[in-house]
């Protein structure tokens, strides 16, 4: 049984361009959470994604987006770039709302550095 | 909104000891649920315990334990009979019946041998 996959793992970019972040979610999961961890942090919640749509969003810009697939993974999009967004992103699953233990897995990370 | 609190940002421990990390948060929210995560360097993130807030009793992990005092939102984890695999990032964690979920700012420990 596969966990939360994450691609790519590493990832360089340039202050004012966009990139694509990629989740899979483990098996049996429907509902993708994304996170940003700065280097020293503890992980700060950017938003949920369930049934396709944004269902809880942390206080992060609208340069921060995302989108949920019919076969439930997800990609979070940011778009122009700053050094500040330099950090690991993480993504974790979990079964919907219904789901009384409230769960979540994580994956990996994509270490995203701005330059 | 809520926000939780780790007052120690680095912890040790005698291997085959007995070490306790602290955590408080804030809300208004009567029921949630809170977590440990543990962080080694590899960093994937891995769920150590899990306690239901309407749950009196303390949640219990083989060698990992939680002090859930909710009059006084505090939510403590002790580890007995630490092992050298121990040693990583542990953050605690509140996550809401919405789902959004919010870290602490996270404990590094060491476990010395």
């Known amino acids: 049984d596969a966990g939360v996959t994450q691609s790519p793992t590493h990832l360089i970019k340039t202050r004012g361009q966009q990139v694509t972040l990629r989740c899979s979610p483990k098996?049996?999961?429907?509902?993708v959470s994304w996170y940003q961890q700065a280097l020293g942090q503890g992980p700060q919640f950017i938003f949920q994604?369930?049934?396709?749509?944004?269902?809880q969003r942390g206080n992060f810009p609208d340069r921060f987006s995302g989108h949920q697939f019919p076969n439930y993974s997800s990609e979070l999009n940011v778009n122009a770039l700053l050094l500040g967004d330099s950090a690991l992103y993480l993504c974790?699953?979990?079964?919907?709302?219904?789901?009384?233990?409230?769960?979540?897995?994580f994956g990996p990370g994509t270490r995203l550095t701005v330059t | 909104a809520q926000t939780v609190t780790q007052s120690q940002p680095e912890m040790s421990v005698q291997e085959a000891e007995t070490v306790t990390l602290s955590c408080t948060y804030d809300?208004?929210?009567?029921?949630?649920?809170l977590f440990w995560y543990k962080q080694p360097p590899s960093r994937q993130m891995i769920l150590v315990i899990r306690q239901e807030a309407y749950k009196q009793q303390n949640a219990t992990e083989n060698r990992f334990s939680v002090n859930f005092q909710k009059a006084a939102k505090s939510f403590s984890l002790k580890i007995s009979d630490s092992q050298l695999g121990d040693a990583a990032m542990y953050f605690c964690a509140y996550r809401s019946l919405r789902g959004d979920m919010r870290f602490g700012a996270g404990t590094r420990l060491t476990v010395k041998p």
């Open positions: 098996s049996g999961h429907d509902t």
């Open positions: 974790a699953s979990s079964r919907g709302p219904g789901d009384s233990s409230y769960e979540q897995y």
């Open positions: 809300t208004s929210e009567s029921d949630y649920y």
């Open positions: 994604y369930y049934e396709e749509e944004e269902r």
